[in-house]
């Protein structure tokens, strides 16, 4: 009605999305995650370790891998498991990776430390 107060949602987005789309960015936007391709990856961490990674990690695991660190500093469970597959010991990789099938990285997550 005349005179009632308007509300728009924007939609759940990072900065660099509202800026672009709408001119402004948000203080504290808990949307501000920081996704990195697995060409970005791969280069981090090096081109052999990676495939040796994601070959054990399961069969998809190189093309849905979902590497992210969220603006709280948590990182997303596949880049944990990758990252917690490169800092294993051989024996712990073996047994990993004879293990991944169907669990792909997840069961790296279950591994009690």
């Given at each position: 009605a ?5 509300f728009?949602c924007y939609g ?5 999305r509202?800026?672009h ?5 948000e ?6 995650n920081v ?14 370790e990676f495939?040796e990674?994601?070959d ?5 695991y ?13 990182v997303?469970k596949?880049l ?12 712990e990789?073996n047994?990993w990776a004879e293990?991944a ?5 997840y ?7």
């Amino acid at each position: 009605a005349v005179g009632d107060e308007i509300f728009w949602c924007y939609g759940e987005y990072g900065n660099s999305r509202l800026l672009h789309k709408y001119g402004f960015a948000e203080l504290g936007n808990a949307n501000m995650n920081v996704k990195l391709s697995a060409s970005t990856v791969t280069e981090i961490v090096g081109e052999e370790e990676f495939n040796e990674a994601a070959d054990a990690l399961g069969p998809l695991y190189k093309q849905e891998a979902n590497f992210q660190v969220a603006n709280n500093g948590n990182v997303s469970k596949d880049l944990l498991c990758l990252l917690k597959y490169l800092n294993a010991s051989e024996k712990e990789q073996n047994t990993w990776a004879e293990k991944a099938g169907s669990d792909g990285c997840y069961g790296i997550l279950k591994k009690k430390n």
